[in-house]
């Protein structure tokens, strides 16, 4: 193909102007030079070609008389570059002869063109890279940073906060988020929920761009960061193909997470969030990194179980997954061949509940277990900076404590399940591992799917000496809700019901005017001991009315979630305690009545927090702290739950009180 020769140099300057701003600074400047050198030629023309020499006369500052400025040809240059550099300059042509005027109107011209376009060029420059910071371009130049990929405006708050409480003995603490949002709509959303006096000493630091996306990852830190928390992009009630969608969002961030090039060798811990247990297989068996994976209604369905069978197990539970007030921490120490019964009172501040070796956590083991070198321990305590082995005990529970240890006898249950949603089915069947045989489940619907009729049906196959009925009806009429019995029924769970197109607000006020109706069936009744209440609630902005309104344990479900999130981040083993802890095997927390270390025997007028620790210790349990019954319905009183109070702080108990105890049973 024969192209003309201007074409060619056409296609080429073009080619050479799209580099960006340094060639176009190259090739103004190389315009300009072309100009300053075509007038001086024409100056210099003038010079010489008319016999001007030495006519050019000016006043000079320094001197009394005129002196010549012309002589030199180098001064014309110089003349020259600064009438195209600043036009003013031109007025010093003015007392020259009339043909230096061409070459000054020459000069001021081309100057006057060059110069508006370098400014264009440096502003249009400027511009875009203010454009570039503002969407959030420019490399994230940190080390140690946690780093978030996806944005859910729910949960993005609750971690972060978290996350500022997890950082609060950090002198500079940084969190960077990565997600598709633009950069401008999550400032302004933090700078509303999370003010910078909210914020402590740790800096947020946002940037725009896909997660699964290397160089975006690049420009995130990934490299530096210390663990990456990759959230999913629906709530686990969204359509089957919003989650399958999700899934392969969140499996592609975390394959390039792995892909991406680490600046060391320490070890890199990945948070996700994945609905579909083939896919969490696969990127636990895949990664080689570590990566955890949450299954969020499994969570919420066995703290829910678990939070029903006792009065205030929430409250402990918030408590313990949230960084504000006390955590779990492993800690490791020269034991000096210690039993793990003794050294639960060498600690000032907190309580050992379990150990950490190369076999993995143990929670609660045998009290005479003898601490071995490489044992870590898992210890509940306020701040990992107050952990402290002393070399002699702190406190010593007293000698002549009274022990008559009862066992509590159980009885088949009657329970009412309220909705349906994702986790109903889990709950269903973790009770099936707690309740016994000849008890009861209601669930109560108003128009149930086929699915939802046929799933209730299996469940009442599969748990054998258990009945799971459903039952038709409004919860939200008075009769019906009433037709369901709940004044018989020993827990009732009121589960949210969140779904596609429901907003938590929705769904929490539907919560509580059921609430509102059965606290009004209770007085009807005239109960004295009401049935064990439990509601799911989506907004954590909500706790007080639900709390106003009868209901001492209610679950955030999104906020323990974000609060487990942020607490397995900072530490991936912490993710095997509360496997272990919510599970029907093993030891879990459970909340037990004085009565069943004492018998009916009068509780001693004073006792200590050691004394109570040494209650649990006989009965194989670990005590992490009290439930004082007086209290219970007190917000201010953190609804009577103390836990880890100073060993040597002393208390005035009644049978009605209860112990906080990590044990095998709630026998």
């Known amino acids: 193909m024969k192209v003309s020769f201007l074409k060619r140099v ?17 090739g103004l400047s190389a315009v300009f030079m072309a100009g300053l050198l075509l007038v001086v030629l024409v100056r210099l023309g003038i010079f010489y070609g008319f016999g001007l020499r030495g006519q050019y006369q000016q006043q000079a500052p320094h001197l009394s008389e005129e002196v010549l400025l ?52 440096i502003t249009t420059w400027l511009m875009n890279r203010m454009e570039a910071m503002r969407k959030g371009h420019s490399e994230v130049i940190e080390s140690g940073h946690m780093l978030i990929l996806g944005w859910d405006s729910q949960r993005i708050t609750e971690i972060l906060q978290e996350l500022i409480e ?64 990759v959230l999913a992009s629906c709530a686990q009630s969204a359509e089957q193909e919003k989650r399958l969608a999700s899934d392969a969002r969140v499996v592609k961030a975390v394959l390039a997470l792995n892909s991406s090039p680490r600046d060391s060798d320490e070890e890199f811990n990945i948070v996700a969030e994945v609905f579909d247990p083939k896919h969490r297989e696969i990127l636990v068996k895949t990664s080689h990194y570590r990566v955890t994976v949450i299954d969020t209604w499994d969570i919420l369905a066995k703290v829910i179980v678990q939070t029903s069978r006792s009065v205030g197990l929430s409250v402990v539970y918030g408590e313990l997954l949230s960084f504000e007030g006390c955590e779990m921490y492993f800690y490791h120490a020269d034991w000096k061949q210690r039993s793990f ?14 150990i950490r070796n190369a076999e993995g956590v143990v929670i609660n083991p045998d009290r005479d277990y003898t601490m071995q070198d490489e044992d870590d321990i898992l210890i509940v305590a306020n701040d990992d900076s107050t952990i402290k082995l002393r070399g002699k005990p702190v406190a010593k529970p007293s000698k002549m404590l009274p022990f008559t240890a009862t066992q509590a006898s159980q009885q088949a249950e009657n329970i009412l399940l309220v909705g349906w949603n994702n986790m109903a089915s889990s709950i269903v069947r973790e009770y099936g591992d707690y309740i016994l045989s000849g008890s009861s489940i209601t669930v109560l619907l108003e128009d149930p799917s086929v699915e939802v009729q046929q799933e209730i049906q299996s469940l009442n196959e599969a748990l054998a000496g258990i009945s799971v009925q459903l039952l038709r009806g409004d919860a939200f009429q008075f009769e019906e809700l009433r037709m369901a019995q709940p004044s018989q029924m020993n827990n009732i769970i009121i589960l949210n019901k969140s779904g596609v197109g429901r907003d938590a607000e929705k769904a929490d006020s539907e919560t509580l005017l059921i609430l509102l109706m059965l606290r009004t ?147």
């Open 10 to 26: 056409q296609y080429r300057f073009d080619n050479f102007m799209a580099r960006g701003i340094g060639s176009m600074l190259v």
């Open 70 to 121: 012309d002589q030199d040809p180098f001064h014309h240059v110089y003349l020259t570059f600064l009438q195209m550099t600043d036009p003013g300059n031109m007025a010093q042509d003015i007392a020259a002869h009339p043909a230096y005027h061409i070459s000054a109107i020459l000069s001021g011209v081309i100057g006057l063109i060059l110069v508006s376009a370098l400014v264009g060029l």
């Open 166 to 229: 997890a950082n609060e003995s950090e002198k500079d603490a940084v969190i960077c988020i990565l997600a598709e949002e633009e950069k401008e709509e999550m400032d302004d959303f933090l700078a509303v929920q999370l003010p910078l006096r909210k914020r402590g000493s740790t800096r947020i630091v946002t940037r725009s761009g896909s997660i699964s996306s290397l160089t975006n990852l690049k420009i995130a830190g990934v490299g530096r960061c210390r663990a990456a928390i």
């Open 341 to 354: 019964g003794a050294i639960q009172y060498h600690f000032p501040d907190g309580v050992p509940i379990g």
């Open 521 to 667: 069936i209770f007085k009807e009744d005239e109960l004295e001991v009401p049935p064990k209440l439990i509601a799911e609630v989506a907004d954590s902005q909500n706790q007080v009315l639900v709390t106003n309104n009868g209901v001492r344990d209610f679950i955030i479900s999104n906020r323990l979630v974000s609060m487990l999130i942020a607490q397995v981040s900072e530490e991936a083993d912490v993710n095997d305690v509360y496997e272990n802890l919510f599970a029907e095997d093993g030891s879990e927390i459970y909340i037990k009545p004085l009565s069943l270390y004492l018998g009916q025997d009068e509780v001693p007028n004073v006792m200590t927090f050691a004394d109570c620790m040494q209650l649990a210790q006989q009965r194989g349990e670990v005590c992490i702290g009290l439930k004082v019954a007086s209290e219970e319905a007190d917000q201010e009183a953190n609804f009577g739950i103390k836990l880890i109070p100073k060993k040597k702080e002393k208390f005035q108990l009644t049978l009605a009180d209860s112990l906080i105890v990590v044990a095998e049973d709630e026998c």
